[in-house]
Structures are given as C-alpha cells and as structure tokens.
C-alpha cells in the first residue's frame, strides 16, 4: 500500500518554500547566525539557525511557531487543491510546542494566555480544523506523525491528513545544549571529523497525506512506509541495534531491499556519538548492496529544527528525486573514519536518477522513525 503527498509546503532559516530551501541547500552557503534570540552574553554558544522575523532592534515575540504552522498547513493545503480542513485530521509533531512563548510570559510579561500554548486553537479558528493532535516526540516528531497519518487512513479514519511540524528557539533548549555538550560547536558540522555537537534551528513544515488515487491536484511523491520505535536504550546515547530495526521494518513495511535506496536523508545532528552511530549502522546495512545510495545531511544549513527536521528532511528527499540532484553536505571536508564508504555528497550538488529515498530521523531516549518514500512519475 502507497500513500500519495499532494501539498507540500516549508520555512525554514534559508527559505520561505521548498523550493527556495532546496535551492539554497544546493547553493551550499553557509548559513549560521550570530544568536539573536537571546543575550549571547550569558552563553558559550554564539551561534544558531533562526529565522529572521523578529522586530528590529532585539527581543522576542511569542506565538513565532504556531504563525509558522498556521503558514505552512495553509500552503499545503492550497498546493494539494483543497479548501474546507473542517472534517480533515491534523497531526503535529514538535519537541517544544510553545515553550518559548511560556518563557516570554514568565520573564517578559508577554501577553500570552493559556490556549495560545496548544496549536489546536490556532488551527480551530484558522481553518475550522475540528480533529487535531500534537505528538511531542523529540526529533522524530513528525516522521512519528506522519506513520500515525498512513493508519488513520489505511485504517478507513480518514481519506486526507495534513501532517506538519514546528519549533522555534527556546531559551531553556538552548541553555540546556550549553551546558551538557562538552565541545561547544561554532557551526553544525554532520560527520566531518570536526564536528562538535548541535546547534539549534528553527522553522516548520507540512505535508498532505491522501489516500491513493484521490488527488485532485498533482502527487508530488508516494509514501511507502514509515517505521517508528522506542528503544528506551539510554536518555541520549543512540542503540545501534535501535536504529537497525527501525530501517529494517521501514524496508519491510516498504516492500524494498537496502539496494533499491537511492538516496538516504540522514538525521545528522552534528553531535558525535550520533553521527558515528548513524555511520555505522548505514554502512552494516548497505554492505553488498552495490554502489550504495547518495547521502546528505541538511542540518549543516537549517540547524537542528527539532520537532520538524524529519518532515522538512523529506521535503527535501522529494524535490531531490524530483530534479535529480542531492545537496552537498555543508562543511563536509573530512569525513570520520565510520562514515568511510558511504555515499557522503560533498563540495557540490551530486545529480543522478533518484527513485526512492529513507529519511532518518533518530530521538533522544531512543525514539526512532524511518519513512521511505518513492518518486511519482
């Protein structure tokens, strides 16, 4: 069984589209800002990934994730041809909901009531959306989302689901970061051996999801299979073994082998034990399956965009398979010794028939999801 994604819609810190996201990855520029959300005074990291709508002049808004989500559904839903959401299912992934909102109403005074924090109220008065649910699942927010989506419609809940994610900046995530990474990173750097930890991103993505052969508008890519796990193996530390199942039962839920990936969107994160692990298991996996598959990672543009990084990964994978080209990995000059063999694109854009891609997307606590989707020709 295949899923057809027929809108498509995403912003990030280098794009307000896909397309202008896609099209600055492959530019390849480096992207990474002095911190402006908070004073960079009280922390050893001095920079981030944010989008840039903050009034001039300093300081902070509250509710930036939830305009960003409302932007993105409607988009979506606009590029699949739709109009009324008020009997369509959406699901939203995020790690931070709107954390930072609470934090400027704490310590600034912002004005924020208790509804504005649960994007289901922007989603009610913005489109009359009536069935809404938020999944908090760390890093694998919506790839969790969107496997959820494929049964609610495999199960005969719904014909059409709009999957999105989003996050912005919080000052309690950053300080945390700060403090526990042992090197500080000066820039997001996925398996080059100079890598040093995370550094946040913002933005927000979204998806719609319908059941094959109901479009009205055109099918952008077709999901084949979303695998999701909870190892609970350690609080950050990734289980190899974790992981391994969690692409292997993407596989079997796909119906396709390890040689039929042509492209794999790594989760990326930048920090160590991450990257070696992801390595790693990748190249168990791909050994013996021929030349193996193009590899990118986009967090060394967008920064880690935490709840939404999933989605906005296979945002990416999509118009990649549909332009046949890979964005280079930024940054990526030395690859580290458990990355040797892979199919790391470095330096510039890598151009080829891509047909079907993995996207990763790896948690902490050990919460896993894999989804493979197909080219629509």
Known sequence: MTWDLTGMAAVANIGASPREIFAALCAGQESRK????????????????????????????????????????????????????????VLVGTTMREQRSLELWWRDHADVALEDLHFGTALKETFDA??????????????????????????????????????AATESGFGTLDRVQNDIPDALRPFDTT????????????????????????????????????????????????????????????????????????????TPRNDA???????????????????????AMTGHTLGGSGLLSLLMAVLAMKEGTVPPVVGLTDPIPEAAGLGLVQGAPAVGDLNIAQIDAFGFGGISAVAIVEAAR
């Open 195 to 270: 890598h040093k930890g995370m550094l946040m991103g913002e933005g927000a993505a979204a998806v719609v999801v319908q059941r094959a052969g109901t479009a009205i508008g055109p099918v952008h890519a077709r999901v084949r299979g979303v695998s999701m796990n909870c190892d609970a193996h350690h609080a950050t530390a990734p289980d190899p073994d974790g992981i391994t199942r969690a692409v292997q039962d993407a596989y079997s839920r796909a119906g396709v082998r390890a040689e039929d990936i042509d492209l794999v969107m790594l989760h990326g994160s930048g």
């Open 34 to 89: 002095p911190l402006k959300a908070f004073d960079p005074a009280k922390y050893r990291a001095a920079y981030a990934y944010e989008i840039d709508d903050r009034p001039e002049g300093g300081g902070d808004i509250p509710r930036r994730a939830t305009r960003w989500l409302t932007t993105v559904v409607r988009q979506a839903v606009a590029d699949a041809g739709l109009e009324d959401l008020s009997q369509v299912p």
């Open 130 to 167: 009536s069935t809404t649910y938020t999944f908090a699942n760390a890093c694998s927010a919506t790839l969790y989302a969107l496997a959820m989506a494929t049964d609610m419609i495999e199960l005969g809940m719904a014909d059409t689901v709009v999957v999105a994610g989003t996050d």
């Open 277 to 299: 692990t992801e390595s790693s298991v990748l190249r168990r996996i791909f050994h013996g399956a021929g030349t193996g598959p193009r590899m990118t990672a986009i967090k």
